[in-house]
């Protein structure tokens, strides 16, 4: 089993900055992609951006430009850096993981993931 643990939510103003991490533990699969997906309220949960193990990222249309992923295979870490931050923004983020053990593929759909964080909340204000 694996757990995904996330921290760096919390409340920002318009055009400000937030970093997420998100740790694995338990039996982690070393070769696998990581993704963020968020979720507001009454809307459906939706890909943010993701990377594969090999590094490939890729991004909703909404954040490319504005939010980074990256992922820090020794400590089973990856993160969100986001920047120029909008209160559309506003949603629970959560991490999640695939086990596909495809290096370079960046799954996009929420069904492509196997293991799920509790979220994080990020709270942009105008």
């Known amino acids: 089993q694996v757990q995904l643990v996330e921290s760096g939510g919390g409340l920002v103003q318009a055009g400000g900055s937030l970093r997420l991490s998100c740790v694995a533990s338990?039996?982690?699969?070393?070769?696998?992609?990581k993704g963020w997906f968020r979720q507001a309220p009454g809307k459906e949960r939706e890909f943010v951006a993701g990377i594969s193990w090999s590094g490939t990222t890729d991004y909703a249309d909404s954040v490319r430009g504005r939010f980074t992923i990256s992922r820090d295979n020794a400590k089973n870490t990856v993160y969100l850096q986001m920047n120029s931050l909008k209160p559309e923004d506003t949603a629970v983020y959560y991490c999640?993981?695939?086990?596909?053990?495809?290096?370079?593929?960046?799954?996009?759909?929420?069904?492509?993931?196997?293991?799920w964080g509790q979220g994080t909340q990020v709270t942009v204000s105008s």
């Open positions: 338990g039996r982690t699969f070393s070769r696998s992609a």
């Open positions: 999640a993981a695939e086990r596909s053990g495809n290096i370079y593929y960046v799954p996009l759909l929420l069904p492509e993931y196997d293991y």
